[in-house]
């Protein structure tokens, strides 16, 4: 596995990738993997691993760093929103001349791998969904008023670390230790404007309706991979039923971490099926 960089449309794109092998040596397609908000492609390390373990050497898997994340550059104009991201991934896949691919993205990567679905369905042979964020175009507008308007106000604020570490203490409930230790010291070392940016992106994007884009295109399949917690009603698997999903126990939000042999084991389970 080796470390390269792309040009993408805000800067250069920080990806590893476990090499090139010919269709006869590898039945599958490449498969990429996009981490969530606060993280880079380093919180993969250990899925990448045992997918290799599980799918044979020969298949190829990559991974990013979003924009602002890891060792990829951060976009001058601020933009993060998961449509910005997808033209990133689109990026890679041109610059190296993949032209179809598995998407796994985590939290935010989730809707950043469904933007990418949606913009070019033919390219995108499954993606599979881990723990990804509600649509909360779908929220009551009394309760985005009440929650998720404060929230944001106080990531603009002077205790914006706070707000946050609040936010991701919630979703680190049921996860392990060392996964609530190495998620807060990420969030500790992520600026302030890729948060906001993140956050504002991921409340304003209609993923309802890149799921109806992508799934519109005939053959296309979306898997998701739950923690106990993903049961709101504004839950994408709640809106759109027809993604199967296959739930972890006793896991958090960052449940590749907290539980990675049956992560890579549902994994390798959807992309062989």
Not at 90 to 103: E, F, G, H, R, S
Not at 173 to 183: D, F, K, M, Q, V
Not at 232 to 248: A, D, E, G, K, N
Not at 253 to 270: C, G, I, K, S, Y
Request: proline residues 8%.
């Amino acid at each position: 596995m080796h470390n390269a960089t792309v040009t993408g449309p805000a800067g250069r794109l920080n990806f590893t990738d476990t090499g090139a092998v010919s269709s006869a040596e590898s039945p599958t397609i490449p498969l990429l993997l996009v981490h969530g908000m606060a993280y880079h492609l380093g919180v993969w390390d250990e899925t990448i691993a045992l997918l290799r373990a599980n799918l044979g050497q020969n298949q190829r898997i990559l991974a990013i760093d979003l924009r602002g994340h890891g060792a990829s550059d951060p976009p001058a104009d601020g933009d993060y929103t998961p449509d910005s991201c997808a033209a990133d991934i689109l990026a890679v896949l041109d610059a190296l001349n993949i032209p179809q691919v598995a998407l796994v993205g985590h939290s935010f990567g989730a809707l950043v791998v469904l933007a990418t679905a949606a913009a070019a369905p033919t390219r995108v042979a499954q993606v599979i969904l881990a723990d990804p964020p509600g649509d909360f175009n779908y929220l009551p507008p009394s309760v985005y008023e009440e929650q998720m308007v404060p929230f944001l106000a106080a990531l603009a604020g002077d205790n914006y670390r706070a707000a946050a570490e609040e936010k991701f203490a919630q979703a680190l409930e049921g996860g392990t230790p060392a996964t609530r230790e190495t998620t807060i010291a990420r969030l500790g070392a992520t600026p302030r404007d890729r948060l906001i940016g993140m956050y504002k992106g991921m409340f304003a994007y209609n993923a309802v309706g890149a799921i109806d884009r992508y799934l519109a295109t005939p053959g296309t399949q979306i898997s998701a991979i739950l923690a106990p917690s993903n049961s709101w009603p504004f839950s994408l698997h709640l809106l759109r039923p027809q993604i199967l999903t296959t739930v972890i126990p006793e896991t958090s939000h960052w449940l590749q971490l907290d539980a990675p042999v049956p992560f890579a084991e549902v994994v390798t389970a959807v992309i062989r099926h």
